[in-house]
Structure formats: C-alpha cells, structure tokens
C-alpha cells in the first residue's frame, strides 16, 4: 500500500530555459565564418551555410553577431588582424620603397597562392563582392578596406621622395595605382589557380615597370660610377687605364 504523504514519483530532469542559447566559442565560430565567406563570398555564402561551418543555429548565429551583414563586417577585420602580416610585414621592414614594394608583391604571391597555409586563395578583401542595394554600408567598408593597400604604398612613396631616394617628378598616385593594380590582379589569378611562379613572375615584371618609370636606383648608380671613379684615380696615379 502506498502511505499517506508519500512521493514515490520521480523527479523531472531540470530543462534549459526556452530560447536561451547554448554557449559557443565565439572566435572559433567568427574564424569559420571568415573562411566561408573568404571562399565562396558574401552573396554566394547562406545563413544556413554558415550555422552548419559555425556549428551553431540561427538563432544563436543573430544574437552574437546581429545579422549577416554585421557577421561579413566582423570577417572582414578578423581577416585583417589574422592574415595582414603575412602580406605586410617585409614591406614595413624594407628600408628603401622598391624593397618595399618589391617585398609586398612577392608575399602577396607566396599567400594568395597559398604557400603559408591551408587557406582560401586570393585576398578576402579584394575579392569581397557586395550587391549594392540594401548593402550601402557593408560596400562601404569594402571598399575602405581597397583603400588600404593603395594609401600605404602612396604614403612609403612619397616618403622616398621626400628622402630623395624617388625623383620629385614622379607622378606618386599613378606609381601606387600601378602596384595596387597588379597585387589586385596577382589575387584574382590565385583564386583562379595560378600557381606561386606564376604570380611571382608577375611580380618580377611589375619591378621591371617599376624601373623604367622611376629610374635606377641610387646603389645602381652608385656602383656604376665606381668604375669611372677608379678610372680617374688611375690616371691621376699616371696608372693605365683598365680595357673593357
């Protein structure tokens, strides 16, 4: 017989609350992100795509992130703190602006490609294509973020002009428009397969260019008048002059 007051019945598993989400890591989730999105870009790139790379639902997906353009705006600057280095770093190193350039466009070869790591080809940003309607302030970012390149190599160039390593003729703005073409192209022909001596021969070509428009260096011009300069040492010496 069952006594009176009892409370044989088994107690009920506690539930989690309705609505609230699970946890997540949310920088692991924002990294997945960026991948899809770097890959297949905005347009291309679904919410269901992206709660399954994330592994979080929708739900969760809006309430750390806000919507799906606030996610590609939050994937574009995690794209800009995790990768920019790898393109970068040699050129803030380089202590003349054709080292510079030369050291942005042969890392721009060796990571589009795909030679530092298992990731998409081509830069993120460059590649990012936004359609403009109901989109005005994620376009805005892109194309701030174009900018980018374009404004720091103007700005090492007119530093070496203003260092006397580049001449005051120079036309700045077409010599940095030149380069930023060419590293925008050098990614669009990596997410195409290009291979890394593929791009860096486009690089190489690029400094050929460079060349031709800005004029020998100052160590080339320097090392081609050592040889006059010994010349005339000679003959103030009474020495011959040397053939060839």
Known sequence: MKKSGS???PKQPARRGRGRPRAFDREAALAEATRLFWQNGYEATSIAD???AMGIGSPSLYAAFGSKDALYA???RFYVEKYEALVWDGFNAATTARAAVEAYLAASAATFSGAFGDFPRG????LSSI???GHEDLCALVRSGRCVGFDRVKARLNQAVAEGELPASLDVHALARFVQTVQSGMSILARDGASRS?????AQLAMLGWD?????????TAAKRAPARRRQAGY?????????
Not at 123 to 126: A, E, F, H, K
Not at 212 to 219: D, I, K, L, Q, Y
Not at 238 to 244: F, I, L, R, V
Request: glycine residues 12%; charged residues 20%.
């Open 123 to 126: 830069c993120m940003v460059t």
């Open 236 to 244: 103030a010496k009474g020495a011959p002059p040397s053939g060839g």
């Open 198 to 202: 593929d791009l860096e021969a486009v």
């Open 74 to 76: 939050e994937a574009l």
């Open 131 to 133: 359609g403009s309607e």
């Open 7 to 9: 409370t044989s019945e």
């Open 50 to 52: 992206l709660t399954e």
């Open 212 to 220: 031709a428009r800005t004029g020998p260096t100052p160590a080339a």
